[in-house]
């Protein structure tokens, strides 16, 4: 084989070996003979075949850790918290996050863990649910000062899941749904006195129109009776005879009016229609018998009149 071509295909060899592509929001780490050399970001990018090497990428992107973690709070209750941490590799401290630190989940693993079990036992569990943010603050707090050192920036933390024992959740449901039913029964019991009231109100109203429509109707009645005898005397009854005759007039009227319903139950005292003729009977004789006294009163005190005048 031609040695010049041989050379060549070496030449185009190195020539490829010479050039690497390093991907967006990347870093590449650059060794000379197993020593650190350069950092080279995304694009295409050049090294010295044989003498250089990439030693290692690494990610310029935030990346997210889930970590859960068992505690127990200061009412004894034991409870998985599960906190998310985002994080990314500073841009000028790749050499720091690629040499200094091995396992950076781990390592924020462990941290997350300590500052975690250090805060949960302090509260109550009802404080762990109302004071999540506190904790992930605290977390953040406890990464930044001891991932900064290696490179890495902790963006946020958030304590995503709060999750108790279940018989501590069914116990919270139950404690939950008394309280909510004891509520309901408040509210029913308010609910029904204020029926009450209002139904005792509408009846206290409804009897005193009632009462005052009575009154009326009675007042109405006398004012008709009043204006009957007038007009009876204006024809030459007197009082008696017509308060006679409108008691008349209204018993049959009240009979008439009975009669017009099918369905009416009429019950007579005395039994005998005999008798129920003969008391009508009789109260139209009593009111006669009284107007007949008034005419004797009134014609006697009209001749002892005459006969004082007389001696006189």
Excluded: C, W
């Excluded at 279940?166 to 609910?191: L, P, T």
């Excluded at 024809?235 to 009016?257: F, K, M, P, R, W």
């Excluded at 008798?275 to 009209?302: C, H, P, R, W, Y």
């Amino acid at each position: 084989m031609d040695p010049l071509f041989i050379l060549l295909i070496i030449g185009v060899i190195i020539l490829l070996l010479s050039f690497f592509i390093v991907k967006q929001q990347t870093a590449a780490i650059i060794e000379t003979f197993g020593r650190f050399s350069s950092v080279r970001n995304s694009g295409l990018q050049l090294k010295i075949p044989l003498i250089q090497r990439v030693a290692g990428r690494i990610s310029l992107k935030i990346q997210q850790l889930d970590v859960i973690v068992e505690t127990k709070t200061k009412d004894d209750v034991f409870v998985k918290l599960k906190v998310s941490v985002q994080y990314k590799v500073i841009n000028d401290k790749v050499y720091d996050a690629f040499y200094k630190l091995d396992y950076p989940q781990d390592q924020i693993t462990s941290y997350v863990f300590d500052v975690v079990r250090a805060e949960v036992p302090k509260m109550k569990l009802d404080d762990v649910f109302v004071k999540k943010d506190d904790i992930a603050i605290a977390v953040k707090s406890e990464l930044n000062d001891a991932m900064l050192d290696y490179g890495y920036d902790i963006i946020k933390t958030l304590v995503t899941d709060i999750d108790p024992d279940a018989q501590v959740k069914a116990a919270m449901n139950r404690i939950n749904a008394s309280e909510r039913e004891k509520i309901a029964a408040q509210f029913e019991g308010d609910a029904a006195r204020i029926l009450i009231v209002e139904k005792a109100k509408a009846e206290a109203e409804s009897k005193r129109l009632q009462g005052q429509g009575i009154a009326d109707q009675r007042r109405e009645i006398a004012r008709g009776l009043e204006e009957s005898v007038e007009v009876l005397n204006k024809v030459g009854i007197n009082s008696q005879e017509a308060s006679a005759l409108i008691v008349v007039t209204q018993h049959y009227d009240t009979l008439q009016s009975i009669g017009e319903e099918t369905n009416t139950n009429l019950i007579l005292l005395p039994n005998s229609p005999q008798a129920g003729s003969d008391m009508l009977n009789n109260m139209v004789a009593s009111f006669t018998a009284s107007n007949q006294i008034g005419e004797a009163m009134k014609q006697q005190k009209a001749k002892k009149g005459k006969g004082g005048s007389t001696e006189a």
